[in-house]
Structures are given as structure tokens and as C-alpha cells.
């Protein structure tokens, strides 16, 4: 199968490529990635595989360029998006463009260059919105906070209409918080490695109380390929694992793992909109196609400090005062 990977040099499109190419000798991946905030080459430095993997410098909003990938290829997994909420809260623009404008210039490729292609598209639980008690169902109404979660909602809606209008092959996935190596230094988990390796203080937005359920990277990255193979047209999966936690306990968890003073929290303002409490009901993943989370929680959050204490070379040229900031969405990006 020849799949195209868009944002592959990414956290989570760089994880899922090498997912995809240790799982199955036949397959080739195709790389389309702008380089932009959140992609790193370094990511997949190491990656030699001729005949099987290669990396197309490109934006998803080029829909020459697209179009010219799209009819080359049997599915596609994409990935590429802006993320960084508190990025979306001082400049929305960019997110509008890759996340709207970047998943319309998708479609419109398959609907006019190969319309049999197969794609998933990597939304996020944040489209929901936040749940006091209780967990979403695919079934429950958007109700984004930011204009990042806003964005990722109108994509939402847009593979939906191309899949009823169009009859398009598409599936949506909405995914808890993921952790894990390759994740950029601007979020939590990286972000707390390294300052408190630096001795730094560790900020906690408002009380620290808000929950989120992680899952580690890899794990997602299995659920995306079970979706891409045995995923149902027009259907949209929620992806969970379960590990409820509120951040100001991740941050304690880490500060254990690396044997530094719990001192080091320091708590500042909340961002503006912040969600509470995120929650997702994934049965149906897990009953149409039995994907389960293979990792636990403890034991991969310790896998996550270690690497990137023994990688320091990857973050290294990351590590600004701008990217680590404690309060990112009041600076201008």
C-alpha cells in the first residue's frame, strides 16, 4: 500500500511513520510536510529507507501540489495541522489556514484526482469541548473553546460533508492527549522535562486541577493504522486509554521521576478559555476492531523522561526562552 503521510515530521506524524513502516515490509509512505511550527527533520533523521519512505517539502494549502500527491497514492493519514492552543490564542490566522483552508485543499484533491483513495483525518478530543462528569460519545455536539479546537471542528465538518455529498472514503479520529518521544518542547509533559532539568520553576496554570487522559504516542499510532484498515466510511472514533489526570499530578509524577523538589511549581494565570476536563468514550474503536492501548501509563511516562534526557541533541536548538515561556499565549507568534 502506498499511504501519504501529511505533517509527517511532526510529534505525531513522525511517530506514526515509523509505526507504519516497522509494521509492514510492503508498504511505502510519502512525507508532505511544510517544515513549520511543530515539524522537526530530526525527528526522522535516522530514517534511511530508499524505495519506501521519502519527504516532499510542500504546504497542504498548495493544491497543485497536492492534487499531484493524492492520485499517486491508495490512502492517506493526515496529520498536519497547527496545535499549540496558546499559539491560537495570540495569532488564530495560521491555524484557520492549515487547519481549514489545508483539509478543504485535501479533499477537493481526492474528489478530483482519485476519489477511491482512503483517508483518516487526526482531529482532537478539544472539538468536543470540556465535560464536568461523564465522557463524549462521537454522537455528542462540538463545542470548541479556542480557536485552534475551532478550527479542528470546522475540519470536522468538512470530511463529513465530502463524505455524504461526495461519497468520499473518510474517517475522522479524535484523540486524547498524546506523550512520547519527538513531542515539541512548547507541551506540557517536554516542557516540565526540561525546564526542571534546567532547574527552572515549573508553570502550572491556575490551580493545576484541569484534567486530561493520556495516551501514549505509539498507542495512538496503532489506532490510526487499525482505523485506516478496518475503519467505516463517514465514521468518526474517539481514541482514549483511561488515564484521567489532572496536570498539576503529571507535573509531580515527573518531578518524582527525576528526582527534583516538588518546589520547583510554581503556579501562574490560567490561560483564557481553558477546558476543565477532557473525556472520551472510545467503545466503539474498541468494539468494531479491538484495538487497545498496549501501553501503561507509569511505565511509559518514565520511557518519555528518559528519552528525552538521553536526547538532549534533539531538543536542544528548541529550548528559547520564547518556546519555554510560561505563559506562551500572551507573546506574539
Known amino acids: 500500500m502506498k499511504i501519504l503521510v501529511t505533517g509527517g515530521m511532526g510529534f505525531i506524524g ?167 518521544p519527538y513531542q515539541h518542547l512548547e507541551k506540557l509533559i517536554p516542557k516540565t522535562i526540561v525546564r526542571a532539568l534546567r532547574d527552572l520553576p515549573i508553570p502550572i496554570y491556575g490551580s493545576g486541577m484541569q484534567v486530561r487522559d493520556w495516551i501514549y504516542v505509539s498507542d495512538h499510532c496503532e489506532a490510526l493504522r487499525t482505523v485506516l484498515e478496518a475503519g467505516r466510511p463517514g465514521e468518526i472514533y474517539n481514541i482514549s486509554s483511561g488515564n484521567e489526570i489532572p496536570n498539576l499530578k503529571i507535573v509531580e509524577s515527573m518531578l518524582q521521576i527525576m528526582g527534583k523538589p516538588r518546589t520547583l511549581i510554581e503556579f501562574v494565570e490560567d490561560r483564557p478559555g481553558h477546558d476543565i476536563r477532557y473525556s472520551l468514550n472510545s467503545e466503539r474503536l474498541r468494539s468494531q476492531t479491538g484495538w487497545r492501548p498496549r501501553h501503561s501509563f507509569q511505565k511509559a511516562l518514565e520511557e518519555t523522561v528518559k528519552w528525552y534526557l538521553e536526547n538532549e541533541w534533539w531538543w536542544r536548538r528548541q529550548a528559547s526562552e520564547k518556546i519555554l515561556h510560561p505563559t506562551p499565549w500572551k507573546r506574539k507568534w
Open 14 to 180: 513522525s511517530n506514526l511513520i515509523r509505526h507504519l513502516l516497522s509494521s509492514d515490509t510492503k508498504l511505502t509512505v510519502t512525507n508532505l510536510d511544510n517544515l513549520s511550527t511543530g515539524a522537526n527533520p530530526a525527528n526522522l533523521k535516522d530514517l534511511d529507507m530508499p524505495g519506501r519512505y521519502r519527504f516532499v517539502k510542500g504546504d497542504i494549502t498548495d493544491s497543485r501540489l497536492v492534487s499531484r500527491l493524492v492520485k499517486g497514492h491508495e490512502a492517506i493519514i493526515s496529520c498536519a495541522a497547527e496545535t499549540h492552543v496558546d499559539r491560537s490564542i495570540s495569532n488564530p490566522r495560521p491555524f484557520l489556514n492549515s487547519n481549514v483552508l489545508g483539509t478543504f485543499m485535501i479533499l477537493e484533491a481526492i474528489r478530483k484526482q482519485n476519489p477511491e483513495v482512503k483517508m483518516v483525518h487526526v482531529s482532537t478530543d478539544e472539538a468536543y469541548g470540556d465535560i464536568a462528569q461523564g465522557s463524549f460519545s462521537e454522537e455528542d455536539r462540538l463545542k470548541p473553546s479556542n480557536p485552534y479546537s475551532a478550527t479542528k471542528a470546522a475540519a470536522d465538518m468538512l470530511m463529513l460533508a465530502y463524505h455524504r455529498t461526495y461519497g468520499l472514503h473518510v474517517t475522522i479520529t479524535r484523540c486524547t492527549n498524546n506523550f512520547g
